[in-house]
């Protein structure tokens, strides 16, 4: 179920140009496209932009790099290609057919669309890294010659490297094969460090009838390394998958994600910390005991454990409450949850927490003992 949000925004003579790229868009090169007289030069990169933000499918198309110019009133189009003929492209579909039939293999019948979703998230992370230098190249402005994969479903799924634009892509592909409406969103991230600005793209993902934001990119946190005695990112090795952006209101979104056009996510029930049991309010025997029951699944089938909990109100007070040095509650959980585990436990005095002021988001590391 591949979506086209963007194709319906369109006027009648658009949608009609937009139906002749996508019938052309496997020619490789070898002809130009002729558009007619019917648009404009600014009606054309309309269709064009509309184009390549719904057709992931067309993954051998190249964003942003056709030649297009006007001959009077008449439009020509020549796209550019990551393949060089028809055979390489061809090969290539083979691949992504196979790729995408090994993630749909995770899924299980009896999933609904929200585990659906949770689960080719999970894996599109652990098959792909993010490519910095494909980020610092488009954030300095220089040409992406050679990159251009990243920016793909290609490079995300295939290859297993990509930018922001990739991941999106790729989650396109994998949530319209699994039958669930996904579309890709543009608009700028903002850096929580250093307030800098910067072309991003994410998704909107439709959950039993209702929207939300889904940024795999964001959710790919990569790996953290110890040093000085501080967790520092690595960005190679194993993943470390977050659930910050998944299934994210508007509001929420808004927070380090602007200029988006989409404006409609408004409900938090299929919110990852909402339907996972993840959100601490008190910190009463309730939510603890889930507290508990969480740390004990996740010291079992994680190498190295990372816990995210959300508390809407009141984070401060909440994450003082869990780590206080002499009395916290997350080292008595961390012990509860030892008594319960089979292989090595957790360093029941020691592990590392920190808090998001404005998200609400509290990140658990915990430590294990060292094996003997």
Same mark, same amino acid.
């Given at each position: 179920?591949?979506?086209?949000?963007?194709?319906?925004?369109?006027?009648?003579?658009?949608?009609?140009?937009?139906?002749?790229?996508?019938?052309?868009?496997?020619?490789?090169?070898?002809?130009?496209?002729?558009?007619?007289?019917?648009?404009?030069?600014?009606?054309?990169?309309?269709?064009?932009?509309?184009?390549?933000?719904?057709?992931?499918?067309?993954?051998?198309?190249?964003?942003?790099?056709?030649?297009?110019?006007?001959?009077?009133?008449?439009?020509?189009?020549?796209?550019?290609?990551?393949?060089?003929?028809?055979?390489?492209?061809?090969?290539?579909?083979?691949?992504?057919?196979?790729?995408?039939?090994?993630?749909?293999?995770?899924?299980?019948?009896?999933?609904?669309?929200?585990?659906?979703?949770?689960?080719?998230?999970?894996?599109?992370?652990?098959?792909?890294?993010?490519?910095?230098?494909?980020?610092?190249?488009?954030?300095?402005?220089?040409?992406?010659?050679?990159?251009?994969?990243?920016?793909?479903?290609?490079?995300?799924?295939?290859?297993?490297?990509?930018?922001?634009? +990739?991941?999106?892509?790729?989650?396109?592909?994998?949530?319209?094969?699994?039958?669930?409406?996904?579309?890709?969103?543009? +608009?700028? +991230?903002?850096?929580?460090?250093?307030?800098?600005?910067?072309?991003?793209?994410?998704?909107?993902?439709?959950?039993?009838?209702?929207?939300?934001?889904?940024?795999?990119?964001?959710?790919?946190?990569?790996?953290?390394?110890?040093?000085?005695?501080?967790?520092?990112?690595?960005?190679?090795?194993?993943?470390?998958?977050?659930?910050?952006?998944?299934?994210?209101?508007?509001?929420?979104?808004?927070?380090?994600?602007?200029?988006?056009?989409?404006?409609?996510?408004?409900?938090?029930?299929?919110?990852?910390?909402?339907?996972?049991?993840?959100?601490?309010?008190?910190?009463?025997?309730?939510?603890?005991?889930?507290?508990?029951?969480?740390?004990?699944?996740?010291?079992?089938?994680?190498?190295?454990?990372?816990?995210?909990?959300?508390?809407?109100?009141?984070?401060?007070?909440?994450?003082?409450?869990?780590?206080?040095?002499?009395?916290?509650?997350?080292?008595?959980?961390?012990?509860?949850?030892?008594?319960?585990?089979?292989?090595?436990?957790?360093?029941?005095?020691?592990?590392?927490?920190?808090?998001?002021?404005?998200?609400?988001?509290?990140?658990?590391?915990?430590?294990?003992?060292?094996?003997?």
């Amino acid at each position: 179920m591949w979506t086209k949000p963007y194709y319906e925004g369109l006027n009648d003579e658009q949608k009609e140009a937009y139906r002749e790229i996508y019938q052309l868009s496997d020619r490789l090169g070898t002809e130009t496209i002729s558009l007619g007289n019917r648009l404009s030069a600014g009606e054309v990169r309309e269709v064009l932009e509309a184009y390549y933000k719904d057709t992931p499918e067309h993954f051998w198309i190249v964003e942003g790099m056709e030649t297009f110019w006007m001959e009077g009133d008449n439009a020509f189009l020549e796209l550019r290609y990551l393949f060089a003929d028809e055979a390489s492209r061809s090969r290539a579909v083979d691949q992504m057919e196979a790729v995408l039939d090994r993630a749909l293999a995770s899924l299980r019948s009896n999933m609904d669309d929200f585990t659906k979703e949770l689960t080719l998230h999970d894996w599109l992370i652990e098959q792909c890294v993010y490519d910095r230098e494909a980020y610092e190249t488009v954030l300095e402005e220089r040409p992406i010659q050679g990159m251009e994969a990243s920016f793909s479903a290609w490079g995300a799924l295939v290859e297993g490297k990509a930018a922001c634009a +990739g991941y999106a892509r790729a989650m396109q592909l994998l949530l319209g094969a699994a039958g669930i409406p996904c579309s890709y969103l543009s +608009g700028t +991230g903002i850096d929580p460090d250093t307030g800098r600005s910067f072309t991003h793209a994410w998704n909107v993902v439709t959950i039993e009838g209702k929207s939300y934001h889904l940024d795999s990119t964001w959710n790919d946190q990569g790996t953290w390394l110890v040093q000085d005695g501080q967790y520092r990112f690595s960005g190679e090795g194993e993943h470390y998958i977050s659930h910050r952006y998944f299934n994210q209101t508007d509001r929420q979104m808004a927070l380090d994600h602007q200029d988006f056009a989409f404006q409609g996510c408004n409900s938090t029930d299929a919110n990852y910390f909402v339907r996972q049991g993840l959100v601490v309010s008190r910190l009463d025997e309730a939510e603890q005991a889930a507290l508990v029951e969480r740390l004990t699944r996740i010291g079992m089938e994680q190498e190295q454990p990372l816990l995210e909990l959300w508390a809407p109100k009141e984070v401060q007070t909440l994450f003082d409450k869990l780590v206080h040095p002499e009395d916290g509650m997350l080292y008595q959980c961390l012990k509860a949850a030892n008594q319960q585990m089979r292989k090595k436990v957790f360093q029941e005095g020691q592990a590392v927490a920190w808090y998001q002021e404005e998200s609400g988001i509290i990140t658990i590391r915990a430590l294990y003992e060292e094996e003997e």
